[in-house]
């Protein structure tokens, strides 16, 4: 419905702007914020191997919490809402001045909670994006067969021509990026092993879709789910220790941070306007039905 498309897109931008506030406070507020007496004040208390509140990890891993909370109250608000005529459905898709001051009371209110919150909030959030990658998978999953079948649908040799140049390139990409990660990162046999391990489950991937008894098998899903697969690798080992990390700084390069913000805008975009329809990301089958 057209109440709740608006409603997915009122939520991706409170997620956006979350996640510019954080990249903002991350990397450039800090000489703003060491100047507001307060704000110095009120980070003493931080342990001093990390950033104070109110800039750097500190300032991502609160807005992240109270970002979190936000849209696990929602989820608790909605839990069991499975068609448009529940009346708990307007608490998803109504009351967006109630709902964008509560988000942004939570947003300035997580910042003076104390740090052993935080810190408690971060090994949370370590199980947390585990399972979004998982998730991504399943979007990357989702957006390769819509893909492959609308190209395969035109029924033209120019288009299967245009679908095998991609997994090409795809497959070049990882072979690059194996590369890179043997040349920079085999200071440590832990780099040399999950490396190793990406290219063979690379290879049992693309075995496996093109195999004869692979229901709707096909190459581009295994091309786009490598070399997604090989990245992870790849930015997991910039962030290293300069003892197994032979690109020091490239954890916190611009290019390596925008690409990470880019694919998890494009995975949460993606989905919030696909969950209704998609196969792989939902089982609803009814016009009914709350999305």
Known sequence: SVG???????????????????????DYAQPLVRKLPWAVRHGEG???????????TQAVMRLSAATSFFFVLLALATANVKTIKDTRNAIHTKGWGLKVFLWLAMSVG????????????GELARVGSAVFLLVQVLILLD?????????????DERWFAALFAVCIACYLG?????????????????????????????????????????????????????????????????SETDECNGMPGASTSQGVLGGGLALTLVSIVYSAFRAGSSQVLSTEGSSDLAV
Not at 4 to 26: E, I
Not at 46 to 56: F, L, Q, R, T, Y
Not at 145 to 154: L, R
Not at 200 to 213: D, E, G, I, N, R
């Open 143 to 155: 957006f390769a067969y819509e893909w492959n079948e609308s190209w395969v649908a035109k029924d």
């Open 174 to 238: 990882v072979v690059s990026l194996a590369g890179v990660s043997f040349a920079f990162f085999s200071h440590c046999s832990i780099n040399v092993f999950f490396t190793s391990l990406s290219c063979l489950l690379v290879l049992v991937l693309t075995a496996a879709s093109l195999h004869p008894k692979s229901h709707n098998g096909s190459l581009l899903p295994a091309a786009v789910v490598s070399i997604y697969a090989m990245y992870l690798n790849f930015t997991a080992m910039t």
């Open 4 to 26: 709740s498309k608006a409603a997915r897109a009122m939520y991706v931008t409170l997620f956006v702007v979350s996640m510019g506030s954080s990249w903002v406070l991350r």
């Open 46 to 56: 931080v342990d001093p191997s990390e950033d104070s509140a109110w800039c750097g």
């Open 110 to 121: 997580a910042f003076w909670l104390p740090g052993s919150a935080i810190k408690a909030y």
